[in-house]
């Protein structure tokens, strides 16, 4: 969360910004979890990376 802040300062947005930030990062798991029920946790660690998805074992 701390790089979606950085982000609105940088661009000199408010909330609504972070609002939009999170949810283009977030939008695309949103998708993927319901089609995927082997999927039992997901973990966002950078902007810059790729979100990593745990499996059932």
């Given at each position: 969360?701390?790089?979606?802040?950085?982000l609105a300062m940088?661009?000199?947005?408010?909330?609504?910004?972070?609002?939009?930030?999170?949810?283009?990062?977030?939008?695309?798991?949103?998708?993927?979890?319901?089609?995927?029920?082997?999927?039992?946790?997901?973990?966002?660690?950078?902007?810059?990376?790729?979100?990593?998805?745990?499996?059932?074992?």
């Open positions: 969360f701390e790089q979606i802040a950085e940088e661009y000199k947005t408010g909330a609504r910004s972070l609002r939009g930030i999170f949810e283009e990062l977030i939008t695309p798991i949103l998708y993927l979890i319901p089609d995927n029920p082997e999927i039992c946790k997901v973990e966002i660690s950078s902007l810059f990376e790729d979100a990593r998805y745990f499996r059932r074992k």
